[in-house]
């Protein structure tokens, strides 16, 4: 999918919170890749907290409504740093998840999870549905007042642990207690929808091995969304074709937009009307090599423990659907990119934001 910069390919953007010149070109993602059943942050560019950024990076400006103690004024960003990174990108992204529909990780660069939600956003607000950066869309996010980014001051709770190396294989896995974070950086990505990339971008001279209680760093807007305030879910909705979980509340008005990882043509998503049985936070993985196509069928099961890099993320949501579940993934960067063996993978955040709107009996639909 193409994506129309509409305002010129090489002009100056005056943000609402954000304001720069620059020169980018449109990004496709790369390749599906699931090779690894954890987060590998070491794949995070080497950006060192010492370098600054270049001629062409941003710079914060005020945004109207904003609290003060999140205002964040003049604040120099490495962003745009390199080919791919868009501003005007970085503000739909933004701006989709702050309103409930999710684009995956964050990273301020086109993919395909960012056309399709907004896609799905054009649908839902009498536009047309071109997944287009048109003149309509820009000029919403021109207007929009609630800033795209925020200085947030690191609690103690932020930069808990326990972090530690986890091993990529199953086996090796389920001898350890609990499947950590392996570096604090991994927990704020999740914390604020954000590729770790990008977090190093948008906090030049921030060294995040480092951080403190009382630090600020800029994120994205994403814990004041309107999004946050939406109440229980009555009808998820999943679909087949599209990769893709939406939400509704019992008037059927739409809630919420998830990209999703579904099962291929080995493990199909089972179409029909099912319920939610159950949601378990942090919930035990059993392997069970037998139902996986792509398993040695006379490997041994394993019992892994929980934890945020689990190969079924930080909660558990079950249905009445024997072996299927719809749950949350150590690599949100591969949402929609590849396949499950069968389940219903989205984002860590993804997942603990339906998680927390469902229960027992939601009805559940599998559409084509």
Same mark, same amino acid.
């Given at each position: ?287 069970? +090599? ?15 423990? +929980? ?62």
């Amino acid at each position: 999918m193409k994506m129309m910069l509409g305002r010129g390919f090489a002009t100056t953007m005056l943000m609402l919170l954000l304001g720069y010149t620059f020169t980018a070109a449109a990004q496709t993602p790369g390749a599906p890749s699931n090779a690894n059943p954890v987060a590998d942050v070491v794949e995070v560019p080497d950006i060192e907290p010492s370098e600054q950024p270049g001629p062409g990076a941003g710079r914060t400006v005020a945004a109207s409504n904003v609290p003060a103690n999140q205002a964040a004024v003049a604040r120099p960003i490495n962003f745009p740093r390199e080919q791919g990174d868009d501003m005007n990108v970085l503000k739909l992204q933004i701006f989709l998840d702050y309103h409930g529909y999710s684009v995956g990780e964050i990273d301020g660069r086109w993919g395909y999870n960012t056309g399709r939600a907004l896609i799905v956003y054009q649908k839902n607000n009498s536009l047309a549905p071109t997944g287009q950066m048109d003149d309509r869309i820009l000029a919403r996010l021109d207007g929009f007042s609630d800033a795209y980014l925020l200085s947030w001051t690191l609690s103690a709770e932020d930069l808990k642990g326990p972090f530690g190396f986890v091993p990529r294989d199953y086996y090796a896995q389920s001898k350890m207690k609990w499947l950590p974070y392996e570096e604090t950086i991994e927990k704020l990505g999740e914390l604020f929808h954000v590729s770790p990339t990008l977090l190093r971008k948008l906090n030049p001279g921030t060294d995040f091995s480092r951080l403190q209680a009382g630090q600020r760093i800029l994120v994205p807007n994403v814990a004041n969304g309107i999004d946050e305030q939406r109440g229980s879910v009555a009808l998820v909705r999943i679909s087949k074709h599209n990769k893709w979980t939406e939400a509704y509340d019992s008037a059927g008005r739409f809630m919420f937009y998830f990209p999703s990882t579904l099962g291929g043509e080995n493990d199909p998503l089972p179409l029909g009307t099912w319920a939610v049985t159950v949601v378990t936070p942090n919930p035990y993985f059993t392997l069970k +090599p037998s139902l996986f196509w792509d398993h040695d069928k006379n490997d041994p099961e394993a019992l892994l423990p +929980p934890g945020p890099n689990s190969p079924v993320g930080a909660v558990w949501i079950g249905t009445s659907r024997k072996s299927v579940g719809i749950h949350g993934t150590p690599n949100p960067g591969t949402i929609s990119r590849g396949e499950s063996h069968g389940c219903i993978r989205l984002t860590n955040w993804d997942a603990k934001q339906l998680s927390a709107r469902v229960k027992s009996g939601t009805k559940l639909e599998f559409i084509e």
